[in-house]
């Protein structure tokens, strides 16, 4: 994720409520995951399946759950990685431009859907029986709400997300 934004992985951690081992003052200048993280970016170990990737990421730093001795790089503890790095992901893209509240006119809304008024449907966006879409979400083009899922407040579903039926 390419951005301008240059703060020290202290800084970081704050936002993401995590704990720093290692050298908290390096810069940090943006997110990426394991295998396509830079020098200067942040990146991530929530799965298992990808620790083999840790020793080769270039990455200059991690949020993982546990201390991983061995990396020789700064970490950012956190008990839940996957949620703080969603977090700092929205800490370096910033509040942006929120889109105009409304349902867009192309959007598909069931009619028992529950979607709180305060929300903004994109264009093209379906959202599905028994559904329902909590306060100041963005669900942006393309988006797809199945049958009976639940949205909490302030959820940011990028363009062509799927939340498939009965998620919360």
Known sequence: M???????????????????????????????????AQEGELTFLANPRYE????????SAIILAENHLDLGKPLIQNSNPYLAFLNAVRFFA??????????HPTAVVAPDARVAPDVSVGPLVTIG??????PRCVLHPGCVVGARTRIGADPLPFPNVVVREDCV
């Open 2 to 36: 390419a951005t301008t934004k240059r703060v020290t992985l202290d800084e970081v951690a704050k936002a993401v409520g995590g704990t720093v081992v290692g050298d908290g003052s390096i810069e940090i200048t943006g997110v990426a995951g394991i295998r396509e």
């Open 52 to 59: 083999a990737y840790l020793a080769k990421t270039r990455a």
């Open 94 to 103: 910033g509040d942006g431009e929120r889109p105009a509240k409304g349902i």
């Open 129 to 134: 029986p028994g559904a329902s879409v909590g």
